[in-house]
């Protein structure tokens, strides 16, 4: 149980182009997504939480307006990097939790390289 | 100083050796602490949290919590060289989790 996959896995993409990442729950419902970003050798920064059915509250530091966060059910948040630049050649990773649960379920990742 | 800080290592032990990880955290609030396993290229997955003071043991693995030291710990008995991989320690604050810069472990066979 607990599975959480993402799509894609990887995507390079022209500079200026917007690129979409789909988080999906599948054995469970998932009252919260985290989305994170990680850069080589660094740890997870987490970039916003999402609850189901509302807007998304972002860290300080994050743009809303350039990463748009959209958890529309309890099974699925996508995460979409508007007008991507070579800086946000990352790997993002959600991760999901439902209800009071005290431990957070990870997706693989999505490895963005923005030419 | 930073909300969660682990020694980034490299940890060489050797197989079959015990390995002990550390993570101090700074906010005294912080309910839930977390160990996860990640692989490099890969996501991170979760090995076992811990709540309450104390030990808490999974097989091979054992986190231990001190929150009067601040302090949270991960024991790997029996090490295998396929536990080479960086530990990140996570805090839960506010719903939502702080993580460590992680641990490099070295498993070596």
């Known amino acids: 149980g607990a599975v959480v996959s993402q799509h894609p896995s990887r995507v390079i993409c022209k500079s200026g182009t917007s690129v979409k990442i789909e988080c999906r729950s599948l054995?469970?419902?998932?009252?919260?997504m985290f989305w994170y970003r990680q850069f080589p050798k660094q740890s997870l920064m987490l970039m916003a939480t999402?609850?189901?059915?509302?807007?998304?509250?972002?860290e300080q530091g994050v743009e809303k307006d350039k990463f748009l966060i959209n958890h529309a059910s309890l099974t699925l948040s996508t995460l979409t990097v508007t007008s991507a630049h070579p800086e946000d050649s990352s790997f993002y990773i959600c991760?999901?939790?439902?209800?009071?649960?005290?431990?957070?379920?990870f997706g693989p990742g999505t490895r963005l390289t923005v030419l | 100083q930073k909300e969660v800080e682990q020694n980034s290592g490299p940890l060489s032990v050797p197989e079959g050796a015990i390995a002990s990880l550390n993570c101090t955290y700074s906010?005294?609030?912080?309910?839930?602490f977390f160990w996860y396993r990640q692989y490099s290229g890969k996501s991170p997955e979760l090995i076992m949290f811990?709540?309450?003071?104390g030990d808490k043991e999974d097989g091979r693995f054992t986190a231990q919590l001190n929150k009067a030291s601040q302090y949270v710990s991960l024991l790997i008995r029996d090490s295998q060289p396929s536990d080479s991989a960086t530990y990140l320690c996570?805090?839960?604050?506010?719903?939502?989790?702080?993580f460590g810069t992680g641990t490099r472990l070295k498993v070596l066979a």
């Open positions: 991760s999901a939790r439902h209800g009071g649960a005290n431990e957070q379920f």
């Open positions: 054995d469970f419902q998932a009252t919260t």
């Open positions: 999402s609850n189901e059915g509302s807007k998304a509250t972002y």
């Open positions: 906010d005294r609030g912080s309910q839930s």
């Open positions: 811990i709540y309450s003071n």
């Open positions: 996570a805090v839960e604050r506010t719903y939502k989790y702080i």
